[in-house]
């Protein structure tokens, strides 16, 4: 009976993907093409979905249920069309419905672009989070902007990289549902009027503005074989006009689109360069319109169900703010409430208060948004007008609280002096939100304590701890297929949404058949990564290697410099001929500078300079590698992850949120070393400090060093491998044809203070490096620790996270 029923689900597929071919892209089902047949298969799923998510809906109304808003600047979904499938529980079906056809389920896959809807691990936490909240039940949705183009295309051009446009939609997305029926108009510019209502009382309008239009576009989010399918809705700017008809007539073309233009750049791209005053502009218009148009929304749903007050809206949503992008949103609703439904303005603040909370993502005081007020003033007029207002009630309120403290109220004020006035985002995320939470257990301890010290003093009870987590079906069961089906064949498939059950991995860490099983899963998905490499840059690497991974954002303070400085006192040791045995190891780089990074992008340039000379020198033959992988994403995340014995996880204590690459290597069985920073603290907790190689000052060891007086110029002199590889970066070895070209690098560290303690952590690394290497060369010791750090991993799963959310800061319970 079973094969029957899978039978017919395999010809409902075939039907349905040739009837896509033919009456969806109006093409010849026969004979199959592969980029047809893609879009056809793609089509029968998301009609499966649209199915799902209609139900899913109507549950919401008829339970009458309070919903989540998570709003994101980025969300990083990755591929969909695997996971769709894996979600619906039909990859077998999928795969023999598209044999059958001649064709594999695997290379259709690859025809499929990452969408550029995201830059990090912001947008991929987010996406995470989406995944779960859709899999635990929870109602709610999120909301971004639909980019037409990602942050970038990364290419490798001599070493040095270049930047091309990410055009992901440029043949539109089968995926997203346009949406031409929900059209909200937003508003910029003009000025704020002042009249009276009819009871005398002072009301504001913004009048006199220019429109753009937000159309909504969804892109469905469904849950792990539970039948419930939510969605992201992300806008697209649409001029509120096609074209000056008066420019027109005077034949005056370009003029006639001029302003259609400028209003849909709104939606163009993920964060235009802000080094200009245009830029800025343009992204100050990019937060305002998403959240402007999602509030729109929220109130449409809101007003549907027919509510007597606005008194209500705080059981009825909740809106969680991602970073600060979305933080203008405070003073939208405000406005909402008193300029359009004539709320007094203490009721309105309070509604506002206990309908937001914010998630902090950064430690660094210099990450933290401000916008000039002369330029939110003439963007926004009316809500530059009530960002003064909730500033002054704030500080009249500090004031009661904590008599003759100017100092105080100088730190916490929502407005900024130095420098010429400005707006201090994240102060008004913590004013006008009932929760303030961080991402990892140092995070917020950090800016509990230091960061936002002064506010914990003010409101103690806003701010609380949220760990980041991880979905497991893409980062472990869709991503590594082989290490899960090993998983499931001695636990069962429940840890799939249940992750704590991967304790029930740790007894079979010390079995010797089990390890060999292990290592087999591990030495194919490094052969599946080698052939990767050799097909993208033509390098043979031996699978049988170290594969040591340093994937991440190229930042000072992530230190992939740090790492590259092993890889040279390595390349020397290996050509000294030291007589210590060192195992064979490729060490894999990847990630992205920003476009106006120069030191990042002279990071990227050395790193390729080193594995150039290293990689062409006989005298290390095949025992030292170095690979940079261009232009990063979360495919390519998800060849590389489950191939990486070492997960380098370096950060300058103090300075990482927390990290969620490295929740996804220790998932798949990768032994970290790093330093006690972000959720490496963590993590280092529940793996076992056993199986962790811990270096590095800690987070209060770095603030005394900066305190008490750093000289990295006093161990440069000390170390003499240090020394030698410094003096190679700085004279030239690795470049030959410009010698002084990575100086700067040089001189950042020497001269000009070392703030990201590369050279103070460097003996350290060195040292953890070796015991690295001690450990790699006993494998079965090695492969304990692996499924060891894999067994302990159930806490980080983003499942756990959202159900905190839920529990502790939303207010809200998984639909039955």
């Given at each position: 009976?079973?094969?029957?029923?899978?039978?017919r689900?395999?010809?409902?597929?075939?039907?349905?993907?040739?009837?896509?071919?033919?009456?969806?892209?109006?093409?010849?089902?026969?004979?199959?093409?592969?980029?047809?047949?893609?879009?056809?298969?793609?089509?029968?799923?998301?009609d499966?979905?649209?199915?799902?998510?209609?139900?899913?809906?109507?549950?919401?109304?008829?339970?009458?249920?309070k919903?989540?808003?998570?709003?994101?600047?980025?969300?990083?979904p990755?591929?969909?069309?695997?996971n769709?499938?894996?979600?619906?529980?039909?990859?077998?079906?999928?795969?023999?419905?598209?044999?059958?056809?001649?064709?594999?389920?695997?290379?259709?896959?690859?025809?499929?672009?990452?969408?550029?809807?995201?830059?990090?691990?912001?947008?991929?936490?987010?996406?995470?989070?989406?995944?779960?909240?859709?899999?635990?039940?929870?109602?709610?949705?999120?909301?971004?902007?639909?980019?037409?183009?990602?942050?970038f295309?990364?290419?490798?051009?001599?070493?040095?990289?270049?930047?091309?446009?990410?055009?992901?939609?440029?043949?539109?997305s089968?995926?997203?549902?346009?949406?031409?029926?929900?059209?909200?108009?937003?508003?910029?510019?003009?000025?704020?009027?002042?009249?009276?209502?009819?009871?005398?009382?002072?009301?504001?309008?913004?009048?006199d503005?220019?429109?753009?239009?937000?159309?909504?576009?969804?892109?469905?989010?469904?849950?792990?074989?539970?039948?419930?399918?939510?969605?992201?809705?992300?806008?697209?700017?649409?001029s509120?006009?096609?074209?000056?008809?008066?420019?027109?007539?005077?034949?005056d073309?370009?003029?006639?689109v001029?302003?259609?233009?400028?209003?849909?750049?709104?939606?163009?791209?993920?964060?235009?360069?802000?080094n200009?005053p245009?830029?800025?502009?343009?992204?100050?218009?990019?937060?305002?319109?998403?959240?402007?148009?999602?509030?729109?929304?929220?109130?449409?749903?809101?007003?549907?169900?027919?509510y007597?007050?606005?008194d209500?809206?705080?059981?009825?949503?909740?809106?969680?703010?991602?970073?600060?992008?979305?933080?203008?949103?405070?003073?939208?609703?405000?406005?909402?409430?008193?300029?359009?439904?004539?709320?007094?303005?203490?009721?309105?603040?309070?509604?506002?208060?206990?309908?937001?909370?914010?998630?902090?993502?950064?430690?660094?005081?210099?990450?933290?948004e401000?916008?000039?007020?002369?330029l939110?003033?003439?963007?926004?007029?009316?809500?530059?007008?009530?960002?003064?207002?909730?500033?002054?009630?704030?500080?009249?309120?500090?004031?009661?609280?904590?008599?003759?403290?100017?100092?105080?109220?100088r730190?916490?004020?929502?407005?900024?002096?130095?420098?010429?006035?400005?707006?201090?985002?994240?102060?008004?995320?913590?004013?006008?939100?009932?929760?303030?939470?961080?991402?990892?257990?140092?995070?917020?301890?950090?800016?509990?304590?230091?960061?936002?010290?002064?506010?914990?003093?003010?409101?103690?009870?806003?701010?609380?701890?949220?760990?980041?987590?991880?979905?497991?079906?893409?980062?472990?069961?869709?991503c590594?297929?082989?290490l899960?089906?090993?998983?499931?064949?001695?636990?069962?498939?429940?840890?799939?949404?249940?992750?704590?059950?991967?304790?029930?991995l740790?007894?079979?860490?010390?079995?010797?058949?089990?390890?060999?099983r292990?290592?087999?899963?591990?030495?194919r998905?490094?052969?599946?990564l080698?052939?990767?490499v050799?097909?993208?840059?033509?390098?043979?690497?031996n699978?049988?290697?170290?594969?040591?991974?340093?994937?991440?954002?190229?930042?000072?303070?992530?230190?992939?410099?740090?790492?590259?400085?092993?890889?040279?006192?390595?390349?020397?040791?290996?050509?000294?001929?030291n007589?210590?045995?060192?195992?064979?190891?490729?060490?894999?780089?990847?990630?992205?500078a920003?476009?106006?990074?120069?030191?990042?992008?002279?990071i990227?340039?050395?790193?390729?300079?080193?594995?150039?000379?290293?990689?062409?020198?006989?005298?290390v033959?095949?025992?030292?590698?170095?690979?940079?992988?261009?232009?990063?994403c979360?495919?390519?995340?998800?060849?590389?992850?489950?191939?990486?014995?070492?997960?380098?996880?370096?950060?300058?204590?103090?300075?990482?949120?927390?990290?969620?690459?490295?929740?996804?290597?220790?998932?798949?069985?990768?032994?970290?070393?790093?330093?006690?920073?972000?959720?490496?603290?963590?993590?280092?907790?529940?793996?076992?400090?056993?199986?962790?190689?811990?270096?590095?000052?800690?987070?209060?060891?770095?603030?005394?060093?900066?305190?008490?007086?750093?000289?990295?110029?006093?161990?440069?002199?000390?170390?003499?491998?240090?020394?030698?590889?410094?003096?190679?970066?700085?004279?030239?070895?690795?470049s030959?044809?410009?010698?002084?070209?990575?100086?700067?690098?040089v001189?950042?560290?020497?001269?000009?203070?070392?703030?990201?303690?590369?050279?103070?952590?460097?003996?350290?690394?060195?040292?953890?490096?070796?015991?690295?290497?001690?450990?790699?060369?006993?494998?079965?010791?090695?492969?304990?620790?692996?499924?060891?750090?894999?067994?302990h991993?159930?806490?980080?799963?983003?499942?756990?996270?959202?159900m905190?959310?839920?529990?502790?800061i939303?207010?809200?319970?998984?639909?039955?």
């Open positions: 009976m079973t094969g029957q029923k899978q039978n689900t395999v010809e409902a597929l075939k039907d349905d993907i040739q009837r896509h071919v033919a009456l969806t892209l109006g093409s010849d089902p026969f004979p199959p093409r592969k980029e047809h047949y893609y879009l056809g298969l793609c089509y029968t799923v998301r499966r979905l649209v199915e799902k998510w209609l139900d899913t809906q109507r549950s919401y109304y008829d339970a009458i249920t919903r989540v808003y998570y709003m994101s600047l980025e969300f990083l990755g591929q969909f069309l695997m769709y499938i894996q979600a619906l529980g039909l990859e077998e079906d999928c795969r023999e419905a598209v044999r059958d056809f001649g064709l594999d389920l695997d290379d259709l896959a690859e025809e499929e672009w990452n969408p550029g809807l995201g830059n990090g691990g912001l947008g991929r936490l987010a996406s995470c989070y989406m995944d779960s909240m859709a899999t635990c039940r929870i109602p709610g949705y999120g909301y971004g902007i639909l980019y037409d183009y990602g942050i295309y990364q290419t490798i051009v001599n070493g040095f990289q270049q930047e091309g446009a990410d055009n992901w939609l440029r043949q539109d089968p995926w997203v549902l346009r949406r031409g029926h929900f059209m909200y108009p937003v508003h910029f510019f003009g000025r704020s009027e002042s009249y009276r209502d009819g009871a005398g009382q002072e009301r504001f309008r913004w009048v503005t220019e429109t753009v239009m937000a159309m909504a576009c969804d892109i469905m989010v469904p849950g792990h074989r539970n039948g419930n399918v939510t969605n992201m809705r992300l806008w697209k700017a649409i509120s006009r096609d074209f000056e008809l008066e420019h027109f007539n005077r034949g073309y370009i003029g006639a001029q302003a259609k233009v400028e209003s849909e750049n709104i939606s163009k791209v993920l964060y235009p360069n802000d200009s245009v830029g800025r502009e343009l992204r100050l218009r990019q937060q305002y319109f998403f959240v402007a148009a999602t509030f729109q929304d929220i109130m449409r749903r809101f007003r549907k169900n027919n007597s007050s606005f209500c809206l705080p059981e009825q949503v909740t809106v969680q703010l991602n970073d600060t992008h979305p933080a203008i949103g405070i003073a939208e609703l405000m406005r909402i409430l008193v300029d359009e439904e004539s709320l007094v303005w203490e009721r309105a603040w309070d509604i506002c208060r206990r309908t937001f909370a914010y998630t902090n993502h950064t430690v660094l005081p210099e990450a933290l401000v916008w000039p007020a002369e939110l003033g003439r963007v926004l007029p009316r809500h530059l007008q009530i960002i003064f207002e909730i500033n002054h009630h704030f500080l009249e309120g500090v004031r009661r609280q904590f008599p003759g403290r100017e100092d105080l109220v730190s916490v004020s929502i407005i900024g002096e130095d420098g010429g006035k400005h707006v201090r985002m994240a102060h008004l995320a913590i004013v006008g939100s009932h929760a303030v939470n961080g991402v990892a257990a140092l995070h917020s301890r950090i800016i509990r304590d230091k960061l936002f010290r002064d506010f914990a003093l003010i409101m103690p009870e806003k701010f609380t701890n949220v760990t980041n987590g991880i979905t497991p079906r893409r980062w472990l069961y869709q590594n297929p082989a899960s089906e090993l998983i499931s064949s001695v636990i069962g498939e429940k840890w799939v949404t249940d992750l704590s059950r991967l304790e029930e740790a007894p079979y860490a010390d079995d010797p058949q089990f390890q060999l292990w290592q087999e899963v591990r030495r998905n490094k052969k599946l080698a052939r990767y050799l097909r993208k840059l033509g390098l043979g690497i699978p049988s290697t170290l594969f040591d991974v340093h994937i991440k954002r190229i930042h000072e303070y992530k230190r992939q410099l740090l790492n590259v400085l092993h890889v040279i006192t390595l390349y020397n040791r290996l050509r000294g001929q007589g210590q045995p060192h195992p064979p190891r490729t060490v894999f780089f990847a990630g992205k920003a476009p106006g990074y120069q030191q990042a992008k002279l990227i340039k050395l790193i390729n300079s080193v594995a150039q000379v290293v990689n062409a020198d006989p005298a033959g095949s025992v030292l590698k170095v690979v940079f992988l261009p232009n990063y979360v495919s390519q995340a998800e060849r590389i992850i489950p191939a990486a014995d070492l997960s380098q996880q370096i950060s300058t204590a103090g300075m990482e949120a927390s990290g969620t690459g490295n929740m996804k290597f220790a998932l798949n069985g990768a032994l970290t070393i790093g330093t006690l920073d972000g959720a490496n603290v963590e993590i280092r907790e529940a793996v076992g400090e056993e199986n962790f190689f811990l270096f590095g000052r800690t987070e209060g060891e770095v603030e005394t060093l900066r305190r008490e007086g750093y000289d990295p110029r006093e161990i440069y002199e000390q170390s003499l491998e240090l020394k030698k590889a410094l003096d190679m970066i700085a004279t030239g070895a690795f030959p044809e410009a010698p002084g070209l990575f100086r700067p690098i001189d950042s560290l020497l001269s000009h203070g070392d703030y990201y303690m590369m050279l103070a952590d460097y003996e350290d690394y060195i040292k953890v490096q070796r015991r690295v290497e001690d450990a790699y060369l006993d494998a079965a010791g090695w492969t304990r620790m692996s499924i060891l750090n894999t067994a991993m159930g806490m980080f799963s983003s499942d756990r996270a959202v905190e959310y839920a529990s502790n939303w207010k809200v319970a998984p639909l039955p």
